[in-house]
Each structure stands twice: as structure tokens, then as C-alpha cells.
């Protein structure tokens, strides 16, 4: 499939997060704290809960579920560090935001 545009940087604001389609997988879009876009899979790997209703604080991410935590910046987990999210690239052209879905795998992770 290669890179697709999946947003503007106004529709995910620096600090926010946002999931949306792309192509057959659901990607989370977050824009971090000092400028970076991060794309992950949109369901945590622990119990398939939308990672999107969870909390952003700076580039972790906890999961609103059983509070499981993810460094976006590297995709590993924090609480467990054995959980990992798959993370796919991102391009940016002026404020457009391009992923390329197949660029990784989702991960599946249990306790």
C-alpha cells in the first residue's frame, strides 16, 4: 500500500492523539510533545481495549483499561516491559501526515 494520507497536523494537535482507518487497520496518530508524529496501532495489545481513550502525557501512553504504559517514542512498553505496539512510519509533507499501514505488524501481548 505505501505512505497514504491520513491527516493534517490540525486535525492532532501537539499533545493529542487521534485514530483513524488506513487501508484494513486502525493507526493512532499522536503528536508528541516538542513536534514528533508517532503512528501505532490504534488497540492495545493486552485486551484489545482503543488506545485512543486512553491517557497521553508527554510520549507515554497508558491505556485506560488495566493501566498497561507504552513509550511512544521507541513503541515498547513501559508497565509491562515485555508489551510492545507495532509502529508504523510516518512521512510529513507541509502539515500533511502520511503512514504506510504496512510497515509493521500489530502486536499481541497478554499478562
Known amino acids: 500500500m505505501g505512505f497514504v494520507r491520513v491527516c493534517s497536523l490540525d486535525d492532532v494537535w501537539e499533545g493529542e ?25 490504534a488497540i492495545c495489545p493486552h485486551q484489545q481495549i482503543e488506545l485512543v481513550e486512553g491517557e497521553l502525557d508527554k510520549a507515554t501512553l497508558t491505556c485506560k483499561a488495566h493501566l498497561w504504559r507504552f513509550d511512544l517514542a521507541t513503541c515498547e ?18 502539515d500533511d501526515v502520511y503512514v504506510d499501514p504496512d510497515g509493521d505488524t500489530p502486536k499481541v501481548a497478554h499478562s
Request: overall charge negative; charged content about 25%.
Open 17 to 41: 492523539m487521534e485514530s483513524f482507518e488506513v487501508g484494513d487497520k486502525e493507526v493512532l496518530v499522536a503528536h508528541l510533545e516538542g513536534g514528533d508524529v508517532v503512528a501505532t496501532q
Open 77 to 94: 512498553g513501559i508497565n509491562p516491559g515485555h508489551a510492545r505496539l507495532a509502529r508504523y512510519p510516518v512521512k510529513l509533507d507541509g
